[in-house]
């Protein structure tokens, strides 16, 4: 008898992301992300922020990407740009207080969360999961983690994006409905969080088409910078 069982099937590696100045890195089990968590960007997608809790999707975790470069999806032809703070957890449980959330927190980085927005409008008018627009292949890239030991938990700060240096999406962390620790708490109540999961927070208005070719350059003040070209 051994102690491992073989594999009976290729064993694909588990993703990871880079952490800036450290040769570790960070092991990556669950992708969630939040939606509508910006007023404006909540309206300008029809919809009314005052009245709706938090509500969640999930990415896959092989759909981060840090390479710089996003391949344009197939099926779709209206891909859209959602630059959002990621909170990587070095801790999990259930049922979180939000006053312990943030020690759960091991650090920060910058993603996007790219959108097929026909196929979401798609889902969303017949009332079907939104894992088609949301969770293809290299659907989130990631900039490097940054730690929290090093710059702290952000509360507030730009949120941005630029397509060929042109403004697109400007907000204010201090302008997400639900905050970071409350985020934590609300996940862990619906989901048993663990380290290597990821939380991306919500876009801020200003979500547009990309276009093969297109450089979007887009950041979180004081945590980093992504650029990403289309290809
Ligand atoms: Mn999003």
Not at 222 to 231: D, L, M
Request: glycine share 12%.
């Amino acid at each position: 008898m051994t102690a491992t069982a073989a594999f009976v099937v290729e064993a694909v590696p588990r993703p990871t992301l880079p952490v800036d100045g450290e040769r570790g890195v960070f092991p990556v089990r669950r992708v969630y992300c939040v939606g509508r968590n910006y007023a404006a960007h909540a309206r300008e997608m029809g919809h009314d922020p005052d009245r709706e809790p938090p509500f969640f999707f999930q990415k896959n975790p092989d759909s981060l990407a840090h390479d710089g470069t996003f391949p344009y999806p197939p099926m779709s032809r209206d891909v859209h740009h959602e630059i959002e703070l990621v909170v990587a957890l070095k801790g999990g449980g259930g049922d979180i207080p939000v006053e312990e959330a943030l020690d759960r927190v091991y650090g920060y980085a910058v993603g996007l969360d790219m959108t097929r927005r026909d196929l979401q409008g798609e889902a969303k008018k017949l009332g079907r999961p939104w894992d088609t627009g949301k969770a293809f292949e290299r659907s989130a890239p990631c900039s490097p983690l940054v730690p929290a030991s090093r710059i702290g938990h952000p509360d507030k700060g730009r949120v941005w994006l630029e397509v060929n240096g042109e403004p697109r999406q400007e907000g204010d962390l201090a302008q997400l409905i639900w905050t970071v620790p409350e985020v934590i708490a609300y996940l862990s109540t619906l989901f048993t969080l663990a380290p290597g999961d990821l939380v991306m927070t919500g876009t801020p208005a200003g979500v547009g088409a990309v276009k093969r070719g297109d450089v979007l350059k887009g950041g979180v003040e004081g945590v980093g910078v992504i650029e990403v070209r289309v290809v």
